[in-house]
């Protein structure tokens, strides 16, 4: 190809470290409004580069010049992709290396990741920021689906490490009189449902 295409960019996992100093403070009662604006933005661009990745599984790609919506065959990796709009070409092989392996298929999860970014663009106080958050780094793959056994940490898509280090970074999160309201109560409606994933109902891990 002659031209030369701009990279596809996708937005990272959180470090843990951000999480973490974002429970610690709130536990001691603080409103660090710049750190939630931090981690509740950076899960923001995180849940929208899924929602893109997962749209583009499903034969939708969006292109990252200009958004027009560009229709694909399945599973054709030299089929090629232009924009009708722009002009921006590749194939969907070299578009899908873009995001391979990188946790960025929403499965599952996908209607908690919707949910989060639709939230988001609405949270007005620190409050409701950290509730969403909260939500959304404590839900598991399926569980809006009552047909389907529970899955993994939609952790595992949204902070660096694997399904293990995930589980370790939310385990060790910091709770205190000064938690946010509802945040002692994710966080044990979270364990129970750690307790029933771990006790036989087997996970969907390779979904
Ligand atoms: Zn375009």
């Given at each position: 190809m002659a031209r030369r295409e701009p990279p596809v960019r996708w937005a990272p996992r959180l470090r843990p470290e951000r999480l973490r100093r974002l429970y610690t403070a709130d536990a001691r009662g603080l409103v660090d409004e710049e750190l939630i604006d931090d981690v509740g933005f950076a899960l923001y661009s995180r849940c929208r580069s899924i929602l893109t990745a997962s749209r583009a599984m499903h034969g939708e790609v969006e292109c990252p010049q200009c958004e027009t919506v560009i229709r694909r065959e399945p599973l054709d990796a030299d089929y090629p992709l232009v924009c009708p709009q722009c002009g921006w070409a590749t194939t969907w092989g070299?578009?899908?290396?873009?995001?391979?392996?990188?946790?960025?298929?929403?499965?599952?999860?996908?209607?908690?990741?919707?949910?989060?970014?639709?939230?988001?663009?609405?949270?007005?106080?620190?409050?409701?920021?950290?509730?969403?958050?909260?939500?959304?780094?404590?839900?598991?793959?399926?569980?809006?689906?009552?047909?389907?056994?529970?899955?993994?940490?939609?952790?595992?898509?949204?902070?660096?490490?694997?399904?293990?280090?995930?589980?370790?970074?939310?385990d060790g999160l910091t709770y205190g009189p000064g938690s946010s309201p509802g945040l002692a109560e994710m966080d044990a409606a979270w364990r129970e449902t750690w307790r029933r994933v771990q006790a036989g109902t087997k996970p969907n891990c390779e979904e």
């Open positions: 070299e578009y899908h290396r873009t995001f391979q392996h990188q946790e960025l298929y929403g499965g599952g999860a996908i209607d908690i990741f919707r949910w989060y970014v639709e939230q988001w663009e609405r949270a007005a106080t620190p409050q409701q920021k950290i509730q969403l958050i909260d939500r959304l780094v404590h839900a598991w793959h399926w569980e809006t689906r009552q047909d389907h056994i529970l899955g993994r940490p939609t952790g595992v898509n949204l902070i660096e490490g694997n399904r293990q280090q995930v589980l370790a970074v939310l």
